[in-house]
């Protein structure tokens, strides 16, 4: 019994660890922000568009706005060739070409963020600015959202797959067999069955991917354009929060305020990946009281 208590309790402190570790983050955080957080009201740190730390003017709204511009740019790309991808290698795929695939997006997914940043430096900047800018009537130097959101999506779609994969591979061969037995076609059984059973893991894996968008930093850095300005078009340059907190952090630390803006800003960021984690927590969770 005395052994079983020991396990319990070690298993209880493992579990409360991620969670404790959490709430340290988000206080050393907030502690660092106290002090612009005192000077400057919340609505005027956020929603302000100066961004002039010489003279004091700590507007955070560009730099929001092109964090979720990318992100949202590259989830757009990402999501429906990823889950297409899952489907063709799940159902359609034969044995030896997943065999060559597999190995092909752990390397895509292992590779260091900085070699996604030269690529897109070297193709997708170039390409945005010579060929696909002018198409609409937009010219510039290709160092934009489109451009970090092309280099993002493709970092984060090696994630959204393998999972996705796996969620449908569990998908019991009993449930579509007997839809076949019933006159199904494949692409019913597929959409009607092994899809809509799928449907909360595939959920979770386009969470998990957008949740690792949010924080890319090196590769987004080197192709967004880090300008800080509202950005209007997907060929606008923008200033993500990640590419704010690396290139400035540590940096200029003389200026009033400097330091704890920064920290404001990761505290932003923070909180903008919990509340979308949160959110499709709850989604997926009625999503299995529905079924």
Not at 15 to 42: D, E, G, H, R
Not at 146 to 175: C, F, K, Q, R, Y
Request: charged share 10%; with cysteine.
């Amino acid at each position: 019994m005395k052994k079983e208590k020991v396990r319990r309790l070690i298993s209880a402190s493992a579990m409360l660890f991620p969670l404790l570790l959490t709430v340290a983050i988000l206080t050393s955080l907030v502690l660092k922000a106290l002090p612009i957080i005192s000077l400057k009201s919340l609505p005027t740190l956020i929603f302000s568009s100066a961004w002039q730390p010489q003279k004091g003017h700590f507007g955070l709204w560009p730099f929001i706005l092109g964090t979720l511009w990318v992100t949202i740019t590259a989830f757009i790309l990402a999501a429906p060739v990823a889950i297409f991808t899952s489907i063709y290698l799940a159902e359609y795929a034969p044995g030896k070409l997943k065999k060559i695939l597999a190995p092909g997006l752990d390397l895509l997914a292992g590779l260091p963020s900085v070699i996604y940043g030269l690529w897109g430096i070297l193709l997708i900047v170039p390409f945005i600015s010579k060929y696909l800018a002018p198409l609409f009537s937009s010219y510039g130097s290709g160092y934009s959202i489109l451009a970090a959101g092309i280099v993002l999506a493709v970092m984060i779609l090696p994630t959204i797959i393998n999972i996705s994969v796996e969620v449908l591979n569990s998908v019991p061969t009993e449930l579509k067999e007997a839809a076949l037995a019933l006159g199904a076609t494949k692409f019913e059984v597929i959409y009607y069955v092994a899809m809509k059973k799928a449907r909360p893991g595939l959920i979770a894996a386009c969470a998990l991917g957008l949740s690792r968008a949010f924080g890319e930093t090196i590769a987004v850095m080197m192709v967004v354009g880090n300008v800080p300005e509202v950005p209007h078009t997907l060929f606008s340059p923008a200033y993500p929060l990640p590419a704010l907190l690396a290139n400035n952090y540590g940096e200029m630390l003389s200026i009033p305020g400097y330091d704890s803006i920064l920290n404001f800003a990761a505290l932003l960021l923070l909180l903008i990946v919990l509340i979308f984690s949160l959110m499709s927590r709850l989604y997926l969770n009625r999503l299995k009281r529905r079924s």
